[in-house]
């Protein structure tokens, strides 16, 4: 039989909806991929510098809201344009502003053989999304979502591992440095709270959008106020002494020469200011559009932004920048990540699968939009609600 219009209408809606996830999905994992590759460099020569980029990107989403969106200004000064409770944000900020904190004072306190557990602890974010999700939140998953998680995690272990024995196997001395045992162990306590509170906080703003609406221009500027305030109570003098020395005793570096254009070949930049640039701008933007992927898919879809970039930095770094011969298997590895990705991103969730049945008079029930790559609801409630439309309509 032939589709109705409205059934065809909300399949044409779907595959709009599936594209604006990818386009807003590649957006977020690319500018995650240069920030992280900057902030590996800054890391890498002024040890224990994350908290000057956690900062500086709370400080510029607070500034872009501030100047340049009239929006982020209304839902910060008119109470009357929120439509999520304030204790919801001051939450969401609490836990925007601790995640990237325990995950930097665990790096911090650790040299680089812990990088690579950082790694795999990181990329079990998805498992614990999902775990949380279908705990706290009422979320069901169809057995190839959770299939799909399995590859990902699996294909980040090797890909990690990979990129491990490359380095260290050319690493010196130094970089071979090993972490004290009870420092390792410090590390690894404070990478899993940081799991949890990534994995909650992605939960928990999926839940309050469920019930309040989707207001992510107002989540983001609440997160960058309260993100804000925190890091300048806990890290503002650590912050202040490295923006000092990067200003007063910059490392200049010159841009690669352009054909025909000698005036900027004698430019040079602050490296330090430059990277940091780079950093909480893309950082920002995809900590953005991570939160919409929450409030438009799901926490499991926006928990996969990270974990693509920090691999892909890591690959980048292992391969182009130094030069070393990645195992065989470490492409196995991405190849998995990838393809659990892209099937997680376009499989339907259990609600989808029920939302095109036909009522028992015949006549098509009420056409559900599922969102792409979600989870459904336990219980049925969204199959409940459309049996109700669908009496209306009749």
Not at 141 to 166: D, E, K, M, N
Not at 306 to 334: E, F, N
Request: hydrophobic fraction near 45%; include cysteine.
């Amino acid at each position: 039989k032939a589709q109705s219009p409205r059934a065809r209408s909300s399949w044409v809606q779907l595959g709009a909806e599936a594209m604006s996830i990818s386009a807003a999905f590649g957006m977020a994992v690319a500018g995650g991929l240069g920030a992280n590759m900057a902030l590996m460099t800054l890391n890498s020569q002024h040890k224990g510098c994350a908290d000057v980029c956690t900062l500086c990107q709370f400080t510029f989403g607070l500034s872009e809201a501030l100047l340049l969106s009239p929006a982020k200004r209304d839902a910060l000064f008119s109470p009357k344009t929120r439509r999520i409770p304030m204790w919801a944000h001051i939450v969401f900020g609490l836990m925007a502003f601790a995640g990237p904190k325990l995950g930097n004072y665990s790096t911090a306190i650790t040299n680089a053989d812990f990088y690579p557990v950082f790694l795999v602890v990181r990329s079990c974010l998805p498992v614990a999304s999902m775990s949380l999700g279908w705990l706290f939140a009422g979320r069901r998953y169809s057995s190839i979502q959770v299939l799909a998680v399995f590859v990902i995690s699996v294909g980040a272990f090797l890909t990690t591992w990979g990129c491990y024995q490359a380095k260290t196997q050319g690493a010196s001395e130094s970089e071979n440095a090993s972490t004290p045992p009870f420092l390792f162990l410090v590390g690894l306590g404070l990478l899993v709270l940081n799991l949890l509170n990534d994995a909650g906080l992605e939960v928990l703003q999926s839940k309050i959008f469920s019930r309040y609406g989707k207001s992510v221009d107002e989540t983001v500027v609440f997160k960058s106020v309260f993100g804000t305030v925190f890091m300048v109570a806990t890290a503002g003098h650590g912050v202040l002494s490295f923006l000092t020395v990067w200003a007063q005793q910059p490392t200049w570096f010159s841009l690669p020469p352009f054909t025909g254009s000698p005036v900027l070949e004698t430019v040079a930049l602050p490296l330090e200011l430059s990277l940091l640039a780079v950093n909480f701008v893309g950082n920002w933007n995809a900590k953005k559009i991570a939160t919409w992927l929450t409030a438009h898919s799901s926490a499991v879809v926006s928990s996969l932004v990270p974990l693509l970039y920090r691999l892909l930095a890591t690959i980048v770094s292992t391969q182009l920048m130094k030069g070393l011969v990645l195992p065989q298997y470490t492409w196995v590895g991405v190849a998995l990540v990838f393809t659990g990705s892209l099937t997680y991103l376009v499989s339907k969730s259990p609600a989808a699968a029920t939302g095109a049945k036909t009522s028992k008079t015949g006549k098509p029930a009420s056409v559900s939009t599922p969102t792409v790559g979600s989870g459904g609801k336990k219980g049925g409630a969204a199959n409940s609600r459309g049996k109700r439309s669908s009496k209306k309509a009749d």
